[in-house]
């Protein structure tokens, strides 16, 4: 085995495509026993994560003969899938359920359409980076990143659950900012979600905005996906995030001085950047993922 570092946009099924290689088998070798205990999830990973492959050196591709002089034709087997589950709200409850949409990249997805809840799947080849969602009768179009959600446990993976959520502003750019106004963004955001939660009364979270809501994760179909929207479009995050750059969660509380949360830190976001279990808890149940 040898190790291969995490870029922004891998997920397991999509590193395995690529190096020819069985996605379960790989995850669950010994050598990947510290990746499985920081990230439960295979389909979120962090940019710097180590992942241990099969050996590539040597590796025999495959070979055809070639005939001169004539027509050579060959087939390869279709890229796998991977599953991408998309939730739009926003305004009346009604504004996405039951909507036909496209993906714009893949024509031959036909007759898609929301359920109830606005909630829209589809598959997508696990060799595509980014696809776009365009409802067919109101024009509005949403550009997922596939592979853009970092771990709950970084700067980036609060906000931009935040930013899906819609109660950190879809402009802020988490990176940019000082490790103070990281918490206060963040923690301004925890806020509002809470409550919301206490507002609904039964525990959950209302979504102001449109929310990605992956279902439950399966190793080899549920990719995680994230929002890069160009001008005019709206942002999403559909599983990860930090569209243009990312930054490593180099926080040191022992040699910064940060204010005191003069609310005792209600938001449950606590000055070394992590949250505690109620409110991770709080924003995955929100969330999806």
């Known amino acids: 085995m040898q190790p291969y570092v995490i870029r922004r946009g891998d997920y397991l099924s ?3 495509h690529q190096f020819d290689f069985d996605a379960d088998t790989v995850w669950k070798d010994p050598t990947n026993d510290d990746l499985r205990k920081l990230r439960p999830d295979p389909n979120i990973l962090f940019p710097g994560d180590i992942l241990h492959i099969p ?10 003969s070639l005939v001169i002089g004539s027509l050579n034709s060959f087939s ?13 709200t926003g305004g009346p409850p009604d504004t996405y359920a039951s909507k ?7 024509e031959n997805l036909v007759g898609l359409t929301t359920d109830g809840i606005g909630n829209a799947s589809f598959d997508i080849p696990v060799t595509l980076s980014s696809v776009t969602v365009r409802f067919t009768d109101s ?37 940019a900012e000082s490790d103070s106004s990281r918490l206060q963004i963040l923690r301004d955001g925890l806020r ?15 979504q102001p905005s449109a929310v990605v809501t992956p279902p439950a994760t399966a190793m080899d179909d549920n990719a995680a996906a994230g929002s890069n929207a160009s001008d005019g479009e709206p942002e999403l995050v559909v599983c ?24 005792g830190d209600d938001a449950g976001l606590h ?7 109620e409110a991770q808890s709080l924003l995955l149940d929100a969330h999806g993922c």
């Open 240 to 263: 990860e995030s930090c569209t243009e750059s990312w930054c490593p969660d180099d926080f040191d509380s022992s040699k910064q001085s940060l204010p005191e949360d003069s609310e």
């Open 76 to 88: 390869a087997p279709l890229a796998p899938t991977a599953k991408i589950s998309v939730q739009f």
């Open 14 to 16: 999509q590193i395995a």
């Open 271 to 277: 000055d070394d950047g992590t949250l505690s279990d």
């Open 55 to 64: 050996d590539q050196d040597g590796r025999k591709l495959p070979s055809h």
């Open 100 to 106: 036909a949409f496209v993906i714009d990249e893949l």
């Open 192 to 206: 509002q979600l809470r409550q919301a939660s206490q507002q609904s009364g039964d525990g959950s979270a209302s």
């Open 139 to 175: 024009g509005e179009t949403y550009s997922l990143d596939v592979g853009g959600l970092d771990p709950i446990n970084t700067w980036t993976g609060i906000c931009h659950r935040l930013q899906n959520l819609g109660y950190v502003p879809a402009d802020v750019d988490i990176c």
